[in-house]
């Protein structure tokens, strides 16, 4: 059983920037393809970022292609999110996840969860 639990979100102007964390628990952290997804008040979940077992290889949606940045610290158990350039349009709860294939990830089948934490950009 893995836990995730995000942090880092909060208010930010349009145009600035965030990093948001993800510490991992309880499980072989190298062993899974991470990710980050978002959902905003009336819209479905968004997949925003995913990143390779060994950290090597990235993908990410045109929507924010970029403007983030994931990464990963195999040896803390940690996943991250650089998010620069912010838009009105990137307000929303952002959730880290784990998944053990990276098809899964992408297609929002994920194994593990975050609980969210909250990004609001204003104008």
């Known amino acids: 059983q893995v836990q995730l639990v995000d942090s880092g979100g909060g208010l930010v102007r349009a145009g600035g920037s965030l990093r948001l964390t993800c510490a991992a628990s309880g499980g072989t952290f190298s062993s899974y393809v991470m990710g980050w997804f978002r959902q905003a008040p009336g819209k479905e979940r968004e997949f925003v970022a995913a990143i390779s077992r060994g950290g090597g290889a990235t993908t990410y949606p045109d929507s924010v292609k970029g403007r983030f940045t994931i990464s990963r610290d195999n040896a803390k158990n940690m996943v991250f999110l650089q998010m620069n350039s912010l838009k009105l349009e990137d307000t929303a709860v952002y959730y880290c996840?784990?998944?053990?294939?990276?098809?899964?990830?992408?297609?929002?089948?994920?194994?593990?969860w975050g609980q969210g934490t909250q990004v609001t950009v204003s104008s």
């Open positions: 996840a784990a998944a053990r294939l990276q098809t899964a990830m992408t297609h929002g089948i994920c194994d593990y």
